[in-house]
């Protein structure tokens, strides 16, 4: 098992910025993905950014230029630098990892951390 704890959510202004970590622990084999999703209420929850081992990273496009995904794999801990956030930002931010071992991978989640953006 693995456990994904989020912190760095909050309350900015539009403009601002944040940063959000997302530790794991537990029995970790190997993080292949490092991802972060969003979700508001009455919608699903929808892709951010995510990260390889490798470092590769890719992002929604909405956020592309605006938010940095990174990863320290000494920690094991990843990152989300979020800046020129906007009130469409709001959302409650949830970290994903994929741990893997002989082939095998199981997705782990977080609790999540609010996000609020206010104009």
């Known amino acids: 098992q693995v456990q994904l704890v989020e912190s760095g959510g909050g309350w900015v202004q539009a403009g601002g910025s944040l940063r959000l970590s997302c530790a794991a622990s537990?029995?970790?084999?190997?993080?292949?993905?490092m991802g972060w999703y969003r979700q508001v209420p009455g919608k699903q929850r929808e892709f951010v950014a995510r990260?390889?081992?490798?470092?590769?990273?890719n992002y929604a496009d909405s956020v592309k230029g605006r938010f940095t995904v990174s990863r320290d794999d000494a920690r094991n801990t990843g990152y989300l630098q979020m800046n020129s956030l906007k009130p469409e930002d709001t959302a409650v931010y949830y970290c994903?990892?994929?741990?893997?071992?002989?082939?095998?991978?199981?997705?782990?989640w977080g609790q999540g951390t609010q996000v609020t953006v206010s104009s």
């Open positions: 994903t990892v994929t741990n893997s071992r002989m082939g095998v991978s199981t997705d782990y």
């Open positions: 990260i390889t081992r490798s470092g590769f990273t």
């Open positions: 537990g029995t970790i084999y190997s993080i292949n993905y």
